[in-house]
């Protein structure tokens, strides 16, 4: 009668030992659980910096556009100077024939 108490026993250890090792495997899985949502939060991150690096690539396109429109500006004050020039031209011109 001891010896099936002792074995019953004996069974009930075994099984609490597995449950131990089943409670040690889903603190693992915890762990990795954990881990998982770190590797989340750093894929978050690296779509923000994608976008920085977008809006990045925007603006040297814009400054781009930006050095365009300066030299369409110097261009522009270059067809000034030289209308004015030929205004004065053709004022001289006009001068001299009437002279």
Do not use: D, P
Not at 22 to 43: E, P, Q, Y
Not at 57 to 64: D, E, Y
Not at 78 to 97: C, E, G, K, Q, T
Request: hydrophobic share 80%.
């Amino acid at each position: 009668m001891l010896s099936k108490l002792f074995a019953i026993f004996a069974i009930f250890a075994i099984i609490s030992k597995l449950f131990a090792i089943f409670a040690i495997i889903s603190k693992l899985f915890a762990i990795f659980a954990i881990i998982s949502k770190l590797f989340a939060i750093f894929t978050i991150v690296l779509k923000l910096f994608s976008i920085i690096a977008m809006l990045l690539k925007l603006f040297a396109i814009f400054t781009i556009l930006l050095k365009l429109f300066a030299i369409f500006a110097i261009l522009l004050k270059l067809l000034s100077i030289i209308a004015i020039s030929s205004r004065l031209f053709s004022m001289f011109v006009i001068v001299i024939l009437l002279i």
